[in-house]
């Protein structure tokens, strides 16, 4: 397959979609969280329908659908490219203004805007790979987008490659794109009915030739924390506050491991995300992670014994400890399907890369499309740094993701 004279469009389609604002919101319950993420949903629409893609659309909830048809007699699986369109909450994704630094050369990359916002290759260790490539920064006051909008514009680059070269043989592919991942409910109201494929794809990793097949596992956890209130200036033996107490829970965590900040490749963690409270009640949200399930519930117990020891010192307050299942390791879906992560595989290399497969330490809306029946690994899109004012992607990368979308769905036609 050559793409030597082939325009690639995912550049100018990617700088078109990290100006529009789609942070979602993990404190809202609409769904989507923000409606501004379908301001986005209505271009991609729009530009989906220019390519001939009859069926796009953007229903109730946010999400995009369109089909790329089979040209193919074979009955191949109907598989999905997944991207999402919400960036995150944790920086501002209001009037980013993207820049291209063309054929670097390894130099620190000093954002204008804010020049304490400096790329360096010694902090970024893949970018001393990316001698010679044009990348892509925000301005420094704002994140880039590229968590996932690079994944956007692959897919959509991917189309309009298959659709202009026929001689390139698939099955039909569905393009799904979707709101809210960032804020953990990105596949809520998906229709895999309606959506109709077999297996799927999420476009959403880092490096190139990247390839994931396995996630953390994760929960979340709320500990509420019932004190005794009351007048200050008459409490002496009386309050038991609620604030304090909590404080002392967050205090018995270990400092030197069980956290994000001490813990690495398949190590997991226990991690405080949020902490509000009065003096009379008080609540801690942490999220809970591993690759292993068994572990997720031993961490769980720990927590629970902290909370227990601290309130032994309080006996008029008391203290609930909640669990909530936010998604699974999809290793263990995907190891039932090895032609799945197999296929994508052998596209990375055609597209003249080296494979590297891996777990992600987090999760992607595959996870839980995994468990929903459609088997889902990810895909590079070229990302780094993502949820960051120093956040930045590699053109060349992402042309390379865009040829292997296509090479593998050329795989699955040749497979069938």
């Known amino acids: 397959m050559n793409f030597d004279n082939y325009s690639y469009t995912v550049l100018d389609r990617f700088l078109r979609y990290v100006v529009v604002d789609t942070q979602s919101d993990p404190n809202a319950t609409s769904f989507p969280s923000t409606e501004k993420q379908k301001d986005l949903g209505r271009i991609l629409v729009k530009e989906l329908l220019e390519l001939g893609i009859g069926d796009a659309h953007m229903d109730q909830h946010g999400y995009v659908y369109a089909t790329i048809p089979s040209n193919t007699n074979k009955n191949v699986p109907v598989i999905c490219f997944c991207s999402h369109m919400d960036t995150s909450p944790d920086s501002s994704g209001k009037d980013v203004v993207p820049i291209i630094h063309r054929n670097y050369q390894g130099q620190p990359i000093v954002l204008p805007d804010?020049?304490?916002?400096?790329?360096?290759?010694?902090?970024?260790?893949?970018?001393?790979?990316?001698?010679?490539h044009d990348i892509v920064t925000a301005s420094g006051t704002t994140l880039l987008g590229a968590d996932n909008k690079a994944g956007l514009a692959e897919i959509m680059d991917a189309a309009t490659f298959l659709l202009s070269h026929p001689e390139v043989k698939h099955g039909a592919i569905r393009i799904l794109f979707t709101p809210d991942e960032e804020v953990g409910r990105?596949?809520?109201?998906?229709?895999l009915e309606k959506l109709g494929a077999k297996f799927g794809y999420t476009v959403d990793g880092e490096r190139r030739g990247?390839?994931?097949d396995e996630t953390f596992s994760a929960d979340q956890a709320i500990v509420t924390v019932e004190g005794v209130s009351s007048h200050p200036g008459f409490a002496k033996g009386k309050m038991e506050n609620a604030l304090k107490i909590a404080s002392e829970i967050l205090a018995g965590l270990p400092k030197d491991r069980l956290s994000p900040?001490?813990?690495?490749?398949?190590?997991?963690?226990?991690?405080?995300?949020?902490?509000s409270g009065i003096a009379e009640k008080a609540t801690i949200h942490f999220i809970v992670r591993d690759f292993v399930d068994e572990k997720l519930q031993e961490h769980e117990d720990f927590l629970r014994s902290i909370v227990d020891k601290v309130l032994k010192g309080y006996p008029n307050s008391s203290a609930t400890v909640e669990i909530k299942e936010q998604y699974r390791n999809m290793k263990k879906v995907l190891d039932r399907h090895p032609e799945v992560s197999a296929y994508a595989n052998e596209a990375i290399r055609r597209a003249g890369l080296e494979v590297h497969q891996s777990s992600i330490r987090g999760g992607t809306d595959g996870s839980r499309l995994s468990f929903m029946g459609l088997p889902c690994p990810n895909i590079f899109a070229g990302e780094h740094a993502f949820h960051s004012k120093v956040e930045w992607v590699s053109v060349q990368d992402m042309h390379k993701a865009v040829e292997t979308l296509v090479h593998l769905a050329a795989i699955w036609e040749e497979k069938s």
Do not use: A, C, M, N
């Open 114 to 132: 804010d020049p304490k916002q400096i790329i360096r290759s010694e902090d970024h260790p893949d970018l001393k790979e990316l001698i010679g």
């Open 186 to 191: 990105g596949v809520e109201h998906v229709d």
């Open 210 to 212: 990247s390839l994931e």
């Open 261 to 275: 900040e001490t813990t690495e490749d398949r190590e997991g963690f226990l991690h405080p995300v949020q902490f």
